[in-house]
């Protein structure tokens, strides 16, 4: 199994930008589709990015198309989701999680590993 832990979150201005990582360890040998969600106080869970094994497939929501940014580093078993443009509404803690399948589902119940989550919060 894989493990994830989260970190970069913090305080911006609205405008701003932030990059959150994601460090992986365990049965990183194993191919997993990894993904980013994002949860605020009071509302579900939203599906934010994901991105395949290989980084030929990208999802994005329509809420941050073209403001936030996926990648992935299989060497150092590492995400990134660049955050910039935030908004007040970006606000929430960003959760990484990851999926043994090839096919993104933007679906939380489809990933089976999370980690603890880093909160954003942008100012207005």
């Known amino acids: 199994q894989v493990h994830v832990v989260e970190s970069g979150g913090g305080l911006v201005q609205a405008g701003g930008s932030l990059r959150l990582s994601c460090a992986a360890s365990g049965r990183t040998d194993s191919r997993y589709t990894v993904g980013w969600f994002r949860q605020a106080p009071g509302k579900e869970r939203e599906f934010v990015a994901a991105?395949?094994?290989?980084?030929?497939?990208?999802r994005y929501a329509d809420s941050v198309n073209g403001r936030f940014t996926i990648s992935r580093d299989n060497a150092k078993n590492a995400l990134y989701l660049q955050m910039n443009s935030l908004k007040p509404e970006d606000t929430a803690v960003y959760y990484c999680?990851?999926?043994?399948?090839?096919?993104?589902?933007?679906?939380?119940?489809?990933?089976?590993?999370w980690g603890q989550g880093t909160q954003v919060t942008v100012s207005s």
């Open positions: 991105i395949s094994w290989a980084g030929s497939t990208i």
């Open positions: 999680a990851t999926t043994s399948s090839p096919i993104i589902n933007t679906s939380a119940g489809n990933f089976d590993t």
